[in-house]
């Protein structure tokens, strides 16, 4: 009776684990909606690519894009040189690269 009771709490103590790590996990076609909104759209964008933790990216018109909006959304930082953004997103560049490439298409 006493290992059933310890069983009982092992599973609920699991189940809640889990959970916690499912509303962590972060949505990255969301994320990815998001910093091409804040990158001026994708109209906005003319050449993207990603490199390690890095994220490079092209843009027509540079005075459209949000960079407080992209520094909340998890950006290390974000260097401006000229038309181009090189925002630093750590391990979720290349993952953000990926939806991107769909969401161009």
């Given at each position: 009776m006493q290992y059933l009771?310890?069983?009982?709490?092992?599973?609920?103590?699991?189940l809640i684990a889990l959970s916690i790590v499912r509303t962590k996990?972060?949505?990255y076609k969301i994320e990815v909606n998001k910093l091409v909104n804040y990158l001026?759209?994708?109209n906005n964008i003319i050449t993207y690519d990603s490199n390690k933790s890095r994220f490079t990216v092209e843009l027509k018109d540079i005075s459209l894009v949000n960079k407080?909006?992209?520094q909340k959304l998890g950006a290390q930082?974000?260097?401006?040189i000229d038309?181009?953004?090189k925002?630093?997103?750590?391990?979720?560049?290349?993952k953000l690269k990926k939806y991107i490439?769909?969401?161009k298409r």
């Open positions: 009771q310890y069983v009982i709490i092992i599973v609920v103590l699991l996990k972060k949505d001026g759209g994708k407080d909006a992209i930082g974000i260097v401006e038309n181009q953004l925002i630093i997103l750590g391990s979720s560049a290349n490439d769909d969401l």
